[in-house]
């Protein structure tokens, strides 16, 4: 089990930005793929982005395109994820997840992912 620690989140106004990371102390993500996930209040857990270490493809949920951009910095084992133009319906509890890159077979499904960090909540005030 990779130990996921996500971090970042907090409090931001419609139109600004926060950089959410995502740690694995001790272990190293070349054999895994990395998504993010988010999940509202009364609603269920949406794939956000992911990132196949196999071979460095990245994955976007369509409404995130073009504002939120998934990279990583192998040497900290961190995986981020960089949100602007943030609105109100950003708002909710970000997850990071992983599992080896050859048991993915949809790369934004939660279903994927065997191991979960615990959040880092994310609100946008309008």
């Known amino acids: 089990e990779v130990p996921l620690v996500e971090s970042g989140g907090g409090l931001v106004q419609a139109g600004g930005s926060l950089r959410l990371s995502c740690a694995a102390s001790?272990?190293?993500?070349?054999?895994?793929?990395i998504a993010w996930f988010r999940q509202a209040p009364g609603k269920g857990r949406e794939g956000v982005s992911s990132l196949s270490f196999a071979n460095g493809n990245t994955y976007y949920a369509d409404s995130m395109k073009g504002r939120f951009t998934i990279s990583s910095d192998n040497a900290k084992s961190t995986v981020y994820l960089q949100m602007d133009s943030l609105n109100a319906e950003d708002t909710a509890v970000y997850y990071c997840?992983?599992?080896?890159?050859?048991?993915?077979?949809?790369?934004?499904?939660?279903?994927?992912?065997?191991?979960w960090g615990r959040g880092t909540q994310v609100t946008v005030s309008s």
């Open positions: 001790g272990f190293t993500f070349d054999n895994y793929t």
């Open positions: 997840a992983a599992r080896y890159w050859w048991y993915i077979s949809h790369y934004l499904s939660p279903a994927s992912y065997s191991d």
